[in-house]
């Protein structure tokens, strides 16, 4: 799909080059920032945070860009092993507080699972209680917003929308972080794979269930069982 912008499979191990590969044609590579052998596995199809001062940066382009009314989508698979013991992002797109831009937090405390749309001075929040996720197994996140609402599915399920008020563009010169804000708080614990941003496209219940479903198979184990015949 051209609306793809940005893909990291994580696929190919590339922590020595402080470097994860955008798959699209845009060339938006992800830059490993802090001590990548130490601090994280960019193998086997996904990226570990796990010690702080520790994130991938992928610089501002234009390719993925988020303008006034434009509509935007953003998948991706999470592990989590542990309840967060602070406000811990999956990715964020804003340079600081009261910054246009967006982002996916689990909420300190609750565990709520938090997508946040911010415009200076105004915050449109799309949130569902996260705790039951905290499970150390693998769950697929959808975000976004169509013409009207902002949206988030999780596990193939629409879990929440909210209506959207934002006027303006959704852009930071700081670019794209995943695993921290620009400030370096970083999440704990947690491991994403298959991180996927599409511009100027929404993604309805369909095309979720499209992406779950051909994506799902490389998460979930697959029983087999031996039958003997006499």
């Known amino acids: 799909s051209t609306a ?13 080059k402080n470097r994860t590969y955008d798959y699209t044609a845009n060339n938006n590579d992800g830059i490993v920032q802090g001590n990548a052998t130490v601090n994280a596995t960019i193998s086997d ?10 994130k991938v940066n992928i610089s501002d382009s234009s390719s993925w860009q988020i303008l006034a009314n434009e509509h935007y989508s953003v998948s991706l698979w999470f592990k989590a092993d542990s309840s967060p013991s ?10 600081g507080s009261n910054v246009n831009g967006i982002d996916v937090v689990y909420q300190t405390a609750n565990g ?12 449109t929040t799309v949130s569902f209680n996260g705790s039951q996720f905290i499970d150390n197994r693998w769950h697929h996140v959808v975000v976004g917003r ?3 609402r902002h949206y988030m599915f999780i596990d ?23 695993g921290a804000v620009n400030s370096g708080l970083v999440i704990t614990n947690r491991t994403i794979d298959e991180f996927m941003w ?13 992406i779950y479903n051909n994506q799902s198979s490389r998460f979930f ?10």
């Open 221 to 230: 184990s697959r029983g087999e069982q031996t039958f003997q015949v006499n």
């Open 4 to 16: 793809l912008a940005i893909y990291l499979p994580f696929d190919v191990n590339t922590s020595a």
């Open 45 to 54: 199809g996904m990226i570990g945070f796990g010690i702080s001062n520790f």
């Open 146 to 148: 169509n013409s009207t």
């Open 198 to 210: 599409l511009k100027n496209q929404s993604l309805n219940a369909s095309d979720v269930s499209f």
């Open 86 to 95: 602070t406000g811990q992002f999956f990715f964020t797109r804003s340079s």
């Open 156 to 178: 193939n399920i629409l879990r929440n929308t909210t209506a959207d008020a934002t006027l303006g563009p959704l852009n930071s010169s700081a670019g794209l972080f995943l």
């Open 112 to 123: 709520n699972l938090l997508h946040r749309v911010i415009e200076t001075g105004t915050t």
